[in-house]
T-cell receptor, first 112, second 113 residues
Framework: QKEVEQNSGPLSVPEGAIASLNCTYS??????FFWYRQYSGKSPELIMF????GDKEDGRFTAQLNKASQYVSLLIRDSQPSDSATYLC????????????FGKGTLLTVNP | DARVTQTPRHKVTEMGQEVTMRCQPI?????VFWYRQTMMQGLELLAY????????DSGMPKDRFSAEMPDATLATLKIQPSEPRDSAVYFC???????????FGPGTRLTVL
């Protein structure tokens, strides 16, 4: 059973701070890693994807991947109240296994 | 602005009734996914299709659930008979290929009384 683990939170940070969201996965053959944001009552929307070890930056968001440690994280710089949402980590299996396995999400609250 | 559409957005029904949910994937996407989301289990994959062919439905209770793609613009998920434990939000997603980003529809919130 492939697993993706996230701290459920809530993670509370003040406005302007850096929010750090973490995710671990069990399938060492996983190839692709995604971060989705889900506002309450809405559908998941993609924030970033990462395939290679290291960092990938997009505006205020940075995804970090460490395949040796089976760990992926999302950093949000200059957090805004509008970033308050649940963040879902998703992992795509390797080889011909393209199913996305989602973590249960971390609830982030950014306080003004 | 291409989007995945789902109907109905909300459905309340009684136990034992048939429920049909519909999804229109983004034009040109050849993979379609059905997910169920609950507070307890999170987001679970029920089934997925590539080029309208079912590839994996191992996450779906086959005695009551069925998923089809009658054509490239329509995917359906049926529950017959429905049970209270089926109450959840059902999302459809589509993507250019399985390995690519999946784009989610707005979901169908199902309540089975």
């Amino acid at each position: 059973q492939k697993e993706v683990e996230q701290n459920s939170g809530p993670l509370s940070v003040p406005e302007g701070a850096i929010a750090s969201l973490n995710c671990t996965y069990s399938d060492r053959g996983s190839q692709s890693f995604f971060w989705y944001r889900q506002y309450s009552g809405k559908s998941p929307e993609l924030i970033m994807f990462i395939y290679s070890n290291g960092d990938k930056e997009d505006g205020r968001f940075t995804a970090q991947l460490n395949k040796a440690s089976q760990y992926v994280s999302l950093l949000i710089r200059d957090s805004q109240p509008s970033d308050s949402a649940t963040y879902l980590c998703a992992v795509n299996g390797g080889g011909s296994n393209y199913k996305l396995t989602f973590g249960k999400g971390t609830l982030l609250t950014v306080n003004p | 602005d291409a989007r995945v559409t789902q109907t109905p957005r909300h459905k309340v029904t009684e136990m034992g009734q048939e429920v049909t949910m519909r999804c229109q994937p983004i034009l040109g996407h050849n993979t379609v996914f059905w997910y169920r989301q609950t507070m307890m289990q999170g987001l679970e994959l029920l089934a997925y299709f590539r080029n309208r062919a079912p590839l994996d439905d191992s996450g779906m209770p086959k005695d009551r659930f069925s998923a089809e793609m009658p054509d490239a613009t329509l995917a359906t998920l049926k529950i017959q008979p429905s049970e209270p434990r089926d109450s959840a939000v059902y999302f459809c997603a589509s993507g250019p290929t399985e390995a690519d980003t999946q784009y989610f529809g707005p979901g169908t919130r199902l309540t089975v009384l």
